[in-house]
Every structure is written in structure tokens, then in C-alpha cells.
Nanobody, 119 residues
Framework: QVQLVESGGGLVQPGGSLRLSCAASGNIFRLNTRAWYRQAPGKQRELVASIPTNGATNYADSVLGRFTISRDNAKNMVYLQMNSLEPEDTAVYYC?????????????WGQGTQVTVSS
């Protein structure tokens, strides 16, 4: 099994910064994609950013230029540096890891960490 544990959420004022971390443990295939999703109240879960093993990043348009995703493959960690936070960024943020082998896909989620942007 695979476990994902997020940390780093909290309350921050508009314009502030937060750094989320996600530790993965268990039987993890070395070629995988790590990602951060978020879900605001009354909205669907959406992709914030993703990064495969080769490091090619992908961002939602709403966070481009403000958020940075990175990973440490040796430590099975993924990070999300969030700058210039806006009230619209308020959501529960979820860590995700995914890989495919042939026709099968493995997909795991963390428990989520709350990020609240408010003055």
C-alpha cells in the first residue's frame, strides 16, 4: 500500500505565502506523477499542479506564476510553494501520486490539508 501525508496548510492573509509538503511511503513505482489538487466548498476537485519523475511541470492557469511544484525523488517528497495567495485559493489541498504499468493504473490520495486565505 501507499500512504500520502500532507502538511503545511493554515491561515494566511491575502498576498502571503505557504509551502505545502507531501510525504509518500510504501510500494511506489519509481516512474510516477506527483500532483496537488484542491477542492473549494461547493466546487469540484481541480488539478493545481503536477510533476512527473522527469520534472516537467504543469499548472492550472489560475496559479501560473504564483505557485511552484517541486519534488525530491530520493525522499519521495513533493512540495507546493504558494505565493501571492488570494482568497480564491482557499480550499482543501490534496496530494496525489499516480503511475501506470501496462493497462493498470495506481492512484493514491492524501487526507487533505486546509488552506484559508483571509484577512
Amino acid at each position: 500500500q501507499v500512504q500520502l501525508v500532507e502538511s503545511g496548510g493554515g491561515l494566511v492573509q491575502p498576498g502571503g505565502s505557504l509551502r505545502l509538503s507531501c510525504a509518500a511511503s510504501g510500494n511506489i513505482f519509481r516512474l510516477n506523477t506527483r500532483a496537488w489538487y484542491r477542492q473549494a466548498p461547493g466546487k469540484q476537485r481541480e488539478l493545481v499542479a503536477s510533476i512527473p519523475t522527469n520534472g516537467a511541470t504543469n499548472y492550472a492557469d489560475s496559479v501560473l506564476g504564483r505557485f511552484t511544484i517541486s519534488r525530491d525523488n530520493a525522499k519521495n517528497m513533493v512540495y507546493l510553494q504558494m505565493n501571492s495567495l488570494e482568497p480564491e485559493d482557499t480550499a482543501v489541498y490534496y496530494c496525489n501520486i499516480r503511475w501506470s504499468l501496462g493497462p493498470s493504473t495506481w492512484d493514491y490520495w492524501g487526507q487533505g490539508t486546509q488552506v484559508t486565505v483571509s484577512s
